[in-house]
Structure formats: structure tokens, C-alpha cells
């Protein structure tokens, strides 16, 4: 019999399903981080929400853990890397409420169009106001989608009911699999141009963060209408508030805001937008779902057996040859999705060295990992990567040779235009970056990277280095290399912080910088 601590409210059905498995079900709701503290000694299982924050700290007091279940998609208030550290499992339940997200999202997108919540409040206000409310159809609109994950392809499955032409912007997905779902792919700001109504359904990331902002908003179809169920942070909310006042956004339906809980923001102040308090997944099936399948994933984990859900997954199966290139496998995958600026139709892995002797199928889940993390509305783990990849139109290849030219041991990522390779070296196997498209780079990978491609002429290093510096960017690693015909230069630096995008569009102004990729870990 284990003790399963439980933190925050779940459906009954699941906790009975514990109960029913011989498990002692401590229910104890509304702790206190130091309440937690003591709580936690002793207990085998820890079932949450969203609203307890499982630190290093509560890790470190739970000796007894064997898994973390979360009872929802997000994993934020968890230290998933503490707890990979000490041996505990995380669990989610990815797939409980992603009907109820999309149906929140067409809700809101019906509301907004036709002014449902402000004319029932002027009726019940004893107001009866026709022509005030006037709203729109959607049948023939265009109706763009900023992220064709699970939920914003449910949103566009819907839309097509209603006679909607569907665009999407998604550097994840293939374009034969946007075909298949009768999406046309193409660029965000190609998409506000075109779209009558925006829905929103990115991950939050610090490359989304912000992303709907007041450029991109600037550069709207007169008329938008934006919604938003995805995660508070991605629309800038003080912009979006502009652009109502200002008459290019016609209005917007929000579900979610950069700070919650909240009851304060410029956009309750405007007539055309509609909100409500995140009810994405605030249904009773989503609910049942989700205590259910947190149930079923957390009995799993007690019991030794394979977990579908794992949101880190050990890799003690991983020879002691292996094990020390998963971080730079992962780190490789996102590098090279940062380079492609999404996900190639095709990717071939390549093992080179005493690596090709081994089972290496777990360094191309840590690819994965690292290449669809970034454009993932779920926690991407070796479980689910596969699937992922299949459904966003990857077709995954992996070479080996037991002969390395240069490099006792070698991973090397192609696909599309773009390639990255890197190794361990010296005594301590230190990760190396030691090619990117086509060029010889010596680099350790770190959390923020930039990548640029110039003209090989005098002056550029400088230049760069002026440029980031002014920016209050500090360098702390770089590496040049000439491409093969040796007409122009790459340089890929490390530096301590993310590149305020102000100085990415100066860098990309600049005289003889021909591309410049920012790469920073999510």
C-alpha cells in the first residue's frame, strides 16, 4: 500500500480508482509551501494541479516519492529536471481537456462575433438594444490559426463546419499535413493580414511571449477579430487594448491573461471584447478525464509498469556509453529547429564512431525531444515524441558508421537546408558544436545562442560585437567558420542572456549579415 498525497481538488472517480487499488488517499487541500513541506515526507505519489509548486526544496523532502501527477496538460510548477535528478517520475494528463480547450475557443469566437455576453447584460440591465449589437457571421470568413497543435486542430476541424477558409501559421507542421486538414500554411504576418478571426494556440515559450503584439497588430486586416485560450503572455494585452480603441481590432475573447488570477486589465474597460476567468478546461468531463487518467498514470508508476504519460522518462535503460550524449542530443534538436525556424518534412540522424555500436534509439527521442519542444502545446518526453513527429509531418531517418573521421564519436542532425552536428570532448565530455550547415564551428551549446551567416569581409566580428554590446548583450563564447566555397562566414556565439529582439532586427539591417537565428533553450 502506497500514500498518495493529493494537493488540490480531482474528480472523485479517480480518487476512488485509488482507493479501489489498495492505496492510502491523503486528501489535503489549500497547504502552504511550508505546509507542503511537511506534508510530503512519508508519500510515495503526489497528485496536483496547477496551483502547487513542486520545488527542488519539496523534491528534497520527499524521500520517499516514486511519481508527481499532474492532473492537466501543463508542468510549470514543476521542477522537472530536480525531479529527473532524484529518480521521480512526472505525469500528465495531456489529453483530458483538449476538447473542452477548442470548444472554449469556438464559445468565445461566437460570442465575440455576435456580441452575446454584452446584449444579454444590457437585456438583463432592461435595455433592449438591436441595433447596438449588431455582429457578423463567420460562414466565408478566414479564420487564422497561430498553432495547429491538438487543440488548434480540433478549432480548425470546427470552423470548417461553419464554412470558415482556414490559414494557419505553425512552423511545426508540414505543409502536406496542414493539406490534409485543408489549412493553408503561411507567415504570422502574412496571417493578420488575410484573417478575419485569429485564434490563438501556441505553447508558452519565451519566443511566444509577446508575440501578438503591437508590430504584429499594427499590421492587421482592418476589422480582426482576435481569441485567445492558449496561455496568457503570448497577446500583449496593453496592444491589443490599443488596437480595439484604435479601431483596427474590432474586439477579441479572451480566456486567459499574463497574470492570474486577475480582475483588473485595460481590455474589461472595452465594450467589444469578452472574457472569461481560464475556463478552457473547466468542464465536468475534462475534470473526469483528467482524474481519471491521473489515476491511471500514477498506479502505473507505482507499479513498475510503463506509463504512457511520462513527462521525463529515465534513462537508465541507456548504456553508460549513451547516457552522456542525451543533453547534447536534445540541445541539437532544438539548435536545429531554432535554424530551420520550424520542422523539416524530412530529418535524417546520423551516429557516427563507437556510438554506432550501441542502442542509440533513445538519443533520437532526446532529438525529438529537443527539436518539437519549442512548437508543442503539451510537455514533449521520450513517450510522446514519436507520435508527435507523426502527426506534425516529420519523417525521421537514422544512419549509422562505426567510422568517424574526425571525431571519436559524432551526432549529426540533416534535413531541409539546415544541419548541426555536435560531440563530447576532452576528459570531462564536454558537449561541442561542431558544424552548422555546412561550416566548422568549435562551441560549447549554451541556454541563449546566436547564430549568424555574413559576408566574409573585414570588420564583421567587429561590428557584431559593437552591435550586441551596446545592446547590453555580453558574449561569453564564439566560434567563426568559412563556408565550403569560402564566399561567406558564420559565426555562432554564446552569450548570457536572450538578444532583446530590438537588436535581432539591428543585427539583421546590418551591411553584410545576410541571416541571423537566435537560439535560446525553452
Not at 489515476?295 to 521525463?312: I, Q, S, Y
Amino acid at each position: 500500500m502506497a500514500r498518495i498525497l493529493v494537493t488540490e481538488e480531482i474528480a472523485e472517480g479517480g480518487l476512488g480508482r485509488l482507493r479501489e487499488a489498495g492505496h492510502q488517499v491523503d486528501v489535503r487541500l489549500g497547504l502552504s509551501p511550508e505546509d507542503l513541506l511537511t506534508a510530503v515526507p512519508g508519500a510515495d505519489a503526489l497528485i496536483i494541479r496547477s496551483a502547487t509548486k513542486v520545488t527542488e526544496p519539496v523534491l528534497a523532502a520527499a524521500q520517499d516519492l516514486i511519481v508527481v501527477g499532474r492532473a492537466g496538460i501543463g508542468v510549470d510548477n514543476v521542477d522537472v529536471a530536480a525531479a529527473t535528478r532524484r529518480g521521480v517520475m512526472v505525469v500528465n494528463a495531456p489529453q483530458s481537456n483538449i476538447l473542452s480547450a477548442a470548444e472554449q475557443a469556438m464559445a468565445l469566437l461566437l460570442a465575440q462575433a455576435r456580441n452575446i455576453p454584452q446584449a444579454h447584460a444590457a437585456l438583463k440591465a432592461g435595455k433592449w438594444e438591436r441595433s447596438r449589437w449588431e455582429g457578423v457571421e463567420l460562414h466565408g470568413k478566414t479564420l487564422g490559426v497561430v498553432g495547429l497543435g491538438r487543440v488548434g486542430a480540433l478549432v480548425a476541424q470546427r470552423a470548417l463546419a461553419f464554412g470558415m477558409r482556414l490559414v494557419a501559421y505553425d512552423p511545426y507542421v508540414s505543409k502536406d499535413r496542414a493539406r490534409q486538414m485543408g489549412v493553408d500554411l503561411m507567415s504570422l504576418e502574412e496571417l493578420v493580414r488575410v484573417a478575419d478571426f485569429l485564434t490563438v494556440h501556441l505553447p508558452k515559450t519565451p519566443e511566444t511571449l509577446g508575440i501578438i503584439g503591437k508590430d504584429l497588430l499594427s499590421q492587421a486586416k482592418p476589422g480582426l477579430r482576435l481569441v485567445n485560450t492558449a496561455r496568457g503572455g503570448i497577446v500583449d494585452e496593453d496592444a491589443l487594448a490599443e488596437a480595439v480603441r484604435s479601431g483596427v481590432v474590432a474586439g477579441a475573447g479572451l480566456d486567459v491573461f499574463a497574470e492570474e488570477p486577475t480582475t483588473s486589465s485595460p481590455l474589461f474597460e472595452l465594450d467589444s471584447v469578452v472574457v472569461t476567468p481560464h475556463l478552457g478546461a473547466s468542464t465536468r468531463e475534462a475534470q473526469d478525464k483528467a482524474g481519471d487518467t491521473i489515476a491511471e498514470m500514477v498506479l502505473l508508476a507505482l507499479g513498475g509498469d510503463f506509463v504512457p504519460f511520462a513527462v521525463n522518462v529515465s534513462a537508465t535503460e541507456a548504456s553508460e556509453t549513451v547516457r552522456p550524449f542525451l543533453p547534447l542530443a536534445e540541445r541539437l534538436g532544438s539548435i536545429y529547429a531554432s535554424l530551420a525556424d520550424g520542422l523539416p518534412g524530412s530529418l535524417e540522424i546520423s551516429y557516427e564512431g563507437q556510438l554506432a555500436d550501441y542502442d542509440t534509439r533513445i538519443l533520437t527521442l532526446a532529438v525529438l525531444k529537443g527539436l518539437l519542444r519549442a512548437g508543442s502545446e503539451e510537455p514533449v518526453s521520450y513517450v510522446n515524441a514519436p507520435q508527435l513527429a507523426e502527426e506534425r509531418g516529420v519523417e525521421v531517418r537514422e544512419t549509422t558508421s562505426s567510422a568517424a573521421r574526425d571525431y571519436v564519436n559524432l551526432i549529426t542532425l540533416r534535413g531541409g537546408e539546415h544541419a548541426v552536428a555536435g560531440t563530447l570532448a576532452g576528459k570531462n565530455s564536454e558537449p561541442r558544436i561542431v558544424m552548422v550547415d555546412g561550416h566548422t564551428t568549435d562551441v560549447p551549446p549554451a541556454h541563449h545562442m546566436l547564430v549568424i551567416r555574413n559576408d566574409d569581409t573585414p570588420g564583421m566580428i567587429g561590428m557584431v560585437g559593437t552591435i550586441l554590446g551596446n545592446g547590453g548583450v555580453n558574449i561569453s563564447d564564439m566560434a567563426l567558420g568559412k563556408s565550403p566555397a569560402g564566399e561567406a562566414a558564420l559565426m555562432v556565439l554564446a552569450v548570457d542572456n536572450p538578444v532583446p529582439p530590438q537588436v535581432i532586427d539591428e543585427l539583421r539591417s546590418s551591411p553584410g549579415v545576410i541571416r541571423v537565428h537566435p537560439v535560446s533553450e525553452s
